[in-house]
């Protein structure tokens, strides 16, 4: 596990790491960024195989409950990739306690192609 996630965070620019939330040995961004991480490592052979949507919160992550894979269909999540789920990504009718809240995504990675 940790040989893997230095290897795909070895992947990404100094910067995208820097404004991860982290904690162990693992990430979650922003919007933005993660769309980012997520065209990058894909780039570069690995495979993403799905999202988690997180609040980034102290001692750890707070899980929403919300994740997404490719192949995933509902009615509140109808993306066909994993960029464009987090671009999309609104919270639920009954998300009252993270509806002012900005989601984070943490990525599952599994090893590069090949």
Do not use: C, H
Not at 21 to 44: G, K, P, S
Not at 74 to 96: H, Y
């Amino acid at each position: 596990m940790d040989d893997q996630f230095d290897e795909f965070s070895g992947t990404l620019p100094k910067e995208l790491l820097g404004r991860a939330y982290r904690t162990t040995n693992e990430l979650a961004w922003n919007r933005e960024d993660a769309v980012e991480a997520i065209d990058r490592l894909q780039q570069a052979g690995f495979i993403v195989l799905g999202v988690e949507v997180w609040l980034p919160t102290s001692p750890g992550p707070t899980m929403t409950g919300w994740n997404w894979s490719p192949g995933d269909r509902s009615i509140e999540n109808d993306a066909s990739t994993l960029q464009e789920f987090v671009m999309k990504f609104r919270w639920g009718r009954f998300d009252d306690v993270s509806r002012d809240r900005e989601p984070w995504f943490n990525l599952t990675v599994a090893e590069r192609d090949g």
